[in-house]
Every structure is written in structure tokens, then in C-alpha cells.
């Protein structure tokens, strides 16, 4: 038998002849290969980074959220026959008895003052009537008939999880004000008038992160969903002077402190030292908000509407300005003032009359109340970026969030008397008023994936005979599911679990159809080096070679090029992962320090990634496509006849 050391000599030979088609084959099949390696080497840093950051957050945990599947379900009600009776019968009282009301007052009654609590409905298969949510009677109403509800769909979530293994429960609640009352964060104390009616006056896209999205986003959480958020040296009791912790938003806090949002094309260690000094001068920083109710709202708007005619007429010679005038209040979060008026005794005493009937009839006092918050952690931002890039598809896969917002816990809430309003304690999920969120926690991703998979409400709206009644919740009871719709929440933890399945399935099998691929590719060149070799074959076979170190000699010449290969391909996929890790690694680093709220500020998250059964994987595919290369071509020629080969003359 031929020594391993003469197969090595020849095999090497072999390679210095035909360099053209070698250099072919070699290039075209490390670049297939090139692909499964740089493809697990960004894959798995990825992921083995987010392990590492998720450390902290709830990147480790395994939590769902729930709200009702008949979230929205109001509207079925507001437009239920029997609901629609009761709406009318006390729309008709109310106008009777502010009839009699303004014949006592020596008041003509306005249409624009009666109370219409039932509109008409939407048509188009709609229901023909339709009582008004933004009226307080219409709310008063659906309290009245959903009375109850919260707690038992507490209890009916709690048991349904606890079936699956949960290990605990959790709720949130958004701040629910009255219609048209506002949120404004106080900067420098002062207050923009602007968001007077909770809404901006430009018409122009809402801020999804900075201080005004307090005003559609501020929620009370359970503290055990905060924790990981919680900046150092803070913690989650009211302060002595009665602040209520938050959890804000980065770019919230950066305006609060007075910081000008960095340009974009601010370096990454600009937005690392950025990131060091929001954290630690938004510790425990205390901040101010104003809460107006609908009434001091309007008041605020009246201002506005009499500047702005003023400015529209201010050339106009027969204008009249309004007897009773206005301006904004002298300091934040106070009544409007008076800065003329000319009334008449007679017109006082018809407004003072207006007023006393408005009161009589639900109009509130204007109120307008602060509130001091102090910041205890972090929250990221809403990602606007909706662009496709690598560094957006790394940023999606970074959560360990509690989502858009801002986040007070529950305890602190409910401590504060003015606060304590706006987050009411039975709030009903599935009211679209206020859609409670429940939680539930389990100590493992196929637990989660279980209680999702088997409970998660996805009603059969294909034999509903009228869209506007069908009960989604009833419709999932009975296909055997829960009445929630059920998603995991707050990291990507079971998704990435079942992401690495998947992705290790995928790599074998896209490994398995480029092997086969390169096999044909190196079947060409190994095929014309055996066949331009049959006479040099013959020759070694007349001294005595036989077919197993004729073999011998070409499987070594084959491993030789599978070992070239495999080498080529790992060096062109690492380098186009180190491509990747130099260009978006630092942009990743600044997502995940502020996602995770990591509190070592010099991690890195690594785009490159050594997975050893990967490779190993690959390797053996790579040597495996080589010998079925060889294989073909080498059957054939090994039982050829050395005589007839000697002979030829090709």
C-alpha cells in the first residue's frame, strides 16, 4: 500500500498543474461556502451578544401580555338596542329638565346647548344608531353595565395561566383623563399652550418620544416590571416632597434637562457620552407636569381663538373686539386672566346666568393641577427609522422593553390623590377608553410558547352574519381558547430561542443545496485532472499500484482542495462579518446599552460570533461535497483498463 507521506507528495503535485481551473474552482465554491460561514458568524455574535445583554433587562425573562379580545367591544354596546333606549330616554330627561332650567333663569335655550347623546349611525351595514362615548353620561352608562367586569377578567386570566405554570402576574394601566383634558410636562416651568387641548395645533406628525408624549402615553405599572429599568441610587416610593417616580422616555429626558437632541450624523462616541450624562443627571431629577380637565382647557382655547382673530383683523377698521377679554395665565399651569372687560351689567348678568346653568348641567370648574415626577430610569424610544438596513434589522431585534411611554408604578399612583384619579383601579381591559394590560410571567420559553400557541384568541370572523355584534372573545370560548389576545411581551427572549432552532434547520439545509452546488462546480476540475492523469494512472498500476492507492492518491488530492476551500471561504465570510461588526457594532452597542438598560456602559455588542458546530458543520460538508466531487470520476477511472490507457495517445 502507498505511504500516506507519497499520496501527500503527489496529491501536492497535482495541485501546481491545471492553476487556471484550479483557481476557478477554488474561488467559486469558497465563495458559495463563504455565504453559511459569514452567515453563522453574524448570526450567532448577535445572538450571543443579546444573551449577554440580556442580562439585564428582560431579555432572561419570559413574560406575555393580554387584553381582552374584545378590546373595543363598546362599540357593540354603544349601539345595542336596549343601550341605545336607555341613552335616549336620558338624553330626553336631561334636555327637559335644562329646558325648565333656562325658563327659570329667563334663558333662551340654544339647540347648540342640548345634550345629544345618540348620533346616527355609520350606514353601510352599520347599525342605524350609535350613543356618544365622549359624552359623560354615555361613559357614566357603560360603567354602570360594566360594572364588575375588570376583576373577573383578572380572575379568568390568572386561572388560565396559572394552568400553563406561570410563576407570577402583572397589570398595567394607561392614565385615562376626561375629554380633552391634557398632560404637559412643565420645561424650565413653563407650559406649552400649544398641546392646550392634548393635541398639537400644527396638525403636523405627533412626537412620539419627546415630553408631550405624556399626554397620550403615561402608564401605571407593576413595580416588578420596572425593576429592570431602574437607574442607580433610584427607587420606586413617592419622595418626601410627594414626587412620583417615572421611567421616561431617553429623548423626554434629554429635553427636560435641557439638552439639544445631537444631529444625526453625531459620532457613536458622541452618543455614547450623551447617553453617560442623560443617565446620570436624569437620576432622581425632579420635573413638573400639568394636568387641565376639559373646562380649563377651553379656557385655554378661547384665548387662542380671540388671539387669532384679533390677528386676522387687526386691518380691519369695524372690527369689534370681544367685551370680555383674556390672556394666558401669568405663571404655568394656572387659570387664564382678564385683561378687559366691557360688558354690560345686563350681559354679566346673562353669563353669570350661562355659568350657573352649565354647573347645574355637568360642566366642571376648571381645575388645573401640578404634579411633581422624579425620573428613575430610562425607557428607549420609539423607533421611527422605518427604513430597511442592516442597523434597523439589528435595532428590531433589540427589545427588552416595556414599550412606547412613559411608566409610573401602581403603588406611587394610587398615593397620590390627584394622580390616583386619572388611573382608575378597576379599569376594564378591552374598554377602548382604557385597555387594561395583564401579564403573566413563566419560567421558560417553551411554557410561554405553549400558553400563546394554545391560548391566544384568534377568532373565526368567517361565518359572523353581522360584523358590528360578533363577540370575538365568545367566539374563541368556544373554539376552546382563552378571551385574550396574547403576544409576548417586553423582550425577544422566547423569540430568539426559537429563532436559533429555526436557524440552525435552515443553515443545514441551505448548507446541504450549496454543497451540492460546489460538488458539480469541483466536479469539473477534479474530473479533467483524473482524466488528463489515466495514462500516469496505467503506469503506477503496471508497477504493481493497486486501485486502492490509486484512490488513495486522489482522495488526498481532494481533501487537499476541500481543506483550500474550506480555509478560502471561512476567511472571505469572517472578513465580511468584520465588515459588518466594524460598521454597525458601535450603533448596536448604543441600542443595546439603552434597551437593556445596562448599567456597564463599556459592553459592546459583537456582530461576530464563533459557533464550533457550525463550523464543524460546514467543514464536514465542504469535505463531503469534495469526495462526491471525486467519487464519479474516480469510480470510473479506477476500472478502466491500465493496458488501453497506455495506449491512448490523449
Partial sequence: MIRISDSLKLASTKLRTRKVRLAVTLIVSSLLFSILFSGSLAVRGVVSSIEEFSKSGFGDRYITSAISANFGGDYTTLSDKEFIANAEALQKKINAEKKAEAAKLGLELDPSRETVLVNQGPGGGGPDKIADSSQPEVINLLNQKNSGKAEKLNDEF??????????????????????????????????????????????????????????????????????????????????????????????AAEEILGLKKLPDNASSKQKLERLKEVRSRAAGYNFEICIRNNSSNQRLELVKSQKNEALQNKDKKDYRAPALQFDYPKNACEDIVVTKDTRTADEKKTDAAWETFDRKFGKAEPTANKVKLRIVGINNDVETNFSFSASTIISSVLQSSLGPGWFSPDKAVKANETTAKIFPENSLGGDFRAAKTLYTEFSSSAQLKKFVDEQNCIPDFSNSVNINSFDPAENCKKAGQSSFYIASFGSNSAAIDEFERIFSRILLITALVISVIASFVMMGNIGRIIADSRRETAVFRAIGAKRIDISQIYLTYTAMIAVLIAGISFLIGAAFTAILHSRYSKEATLDALLAYNQKDLSKTFDLFGLNLTDISLICGLILLASLLAAAIALLGNIRRNPIKDMRDER
Fill in 158 to 251: 390568572r386561572a388560565i395561566s396559572s394552568n400553563y405554570g406561570a410563576i407570577a402576574t402583572y397589570r398595567s394601566v394607561p392614565h385615562q383623563l376626561e375629554n380633552n383634558g391634557s398632560l404637559n410636562v412643565l420645561v424650565d416651568n413653563k407650559e406649552n399652550y400649544e398641546y392646550s387641548n392634548g393635541q398639537s395645533d400644527s396638525g403636523g406628525v405627533p412626537d412620539f418620544n419627546g415630553v408631550q408624549s405624556i399626554n397620550t402615553s403615561w402608564v401605571s405599572i407593576s413595580d416588578e416590571l420596572l425593576k429592570p429599568f431602574l437607574l442607580d441610587g433610584q427607587n420606586f416610593e413617592a419622595g418626601a416632597d410627594n414626587s412620583i417616580p417615572v421611567v421616561a422616555p431617553y429623548t
